[in-house]
């Protein structure tokens, strides 16, 4: 029962959550300015490790990732004018709940696997967004027919890879190396996202951008190598089933 209701929560922060808020923030922003917002995940992952987890990041890695969101935060203020945009609270939504889903699904992967955690995130999603789409797709059925091959294209990529192929590893890889460490590989994605809004989408990247980009991976790099204590107790080594221990399932929600 309990497993049930963290992939619920997991599915809030992924497969909802995220997705959702991030793609109404991408109407108004280009991809390249939520790149460099998005660039606070880390730190909000590292942070709900930390408080629903057994993490315990040394105070090195939170004074590295508080100054890099410092940067992050002085980006969205000097595009916004000196105020935020309305697309920034779209963004901050994301990240929080992208963290949460992170953290709680990084969790459920020492239990039950990266392949089923995303997979029955994916599973108790369906009650909620079924409905959803299904009424979308009625009252938006002329924008549906009109769209392009590669909106369609586009759409393909988000649902297999974005959504199922990389949170197997993502899962799979925050499960073995520890939901705060590993959270900070996402300090690649600013550089991945304005590169492929550049390619992709033709955006311009201007030297300011860039120069965010590369201070918020820089600064908060560094507490890559900053203590990550997890106060976990430790599993003890599993019985041989010639001791008479009974069979291990690993992968079943119990």
């Known amino acids: 029962g309990r497993q049930w209701a963290r992939l619920a929560v997991t599915a809030l922060g992924v497969v909802v959550g995220f997705p959702l808020f991030s793609s109404l923030a991408m109407r108004e922003v280009p991809a390249g300015h939520g790149a460099i917002v998005i660039g606070l995940l880390p730190l909000a992952t590292a942070v ?16 590295s990732a508080l100054a890099g969101s410092a940067l992050v935060i002085a980006f969205a203020l000097w595009q916004g004018a ?23 699904g990084g969790k459920l992967s020492r239990e039950l696997g ?11 999603s369906l009650p ?7 009424w979308l797709a009625v009252a938006q059925a002329p924008a549906i027919g009109a769209a392009s091959p ?24 925050l499960a073995k190396g520890g939901v705060a460490r590993v959270g900070q590989i996402q300090l690649l994605q600013p550089f991945l996202t304005l590169a492929g809004g550049a390619v992709i ?6 030297a300011p951008t860039l ?29 041989t089933a010639a001791e008479g221990a009974p069979p291990i399932f690993p992968g079943r929600l119990h």
Do not use: C, K
């Open 114 to 124: 990266g392949l089923e955690t995303i997979s029955w995130a994916l599973v108790v």
């Open 128 to 134: 909620v967004l079924v409905p959803v789409v299904a």
């Open 82 to 104: 000196g105020g935020l945009q309305h697309a920034d609270w779209y963004l901050f939504a994301a990240v929080l709940l992208g963290a949460l889903g992170y953290a709680e």
């Open 201 to 206: 989408l033709a955006e311009p990247l201007d």
């Open 150 to 173: 590669r909106a369609w294209l586009g759409m393909a990529y988000v649902s297999v890879f974005s959504m199922f192929i990389g949170f197997l590893f993502w899962y799979a890889g």
């Open 211 to 239: 120069a965010f980009a590369v201070a918020v991976i820089a600064v908060v790099a560094l507490g890559r190598r900053a203590a990550v204590r997890n106060t976990a107790p430790a599993t003890p080594p599993a019985a």
């Open 48 to 63: 709900f490790a930390a408080w629903f987890g057994s993490e315990r990041p040394s105070p090195a890695f939170w004074l």
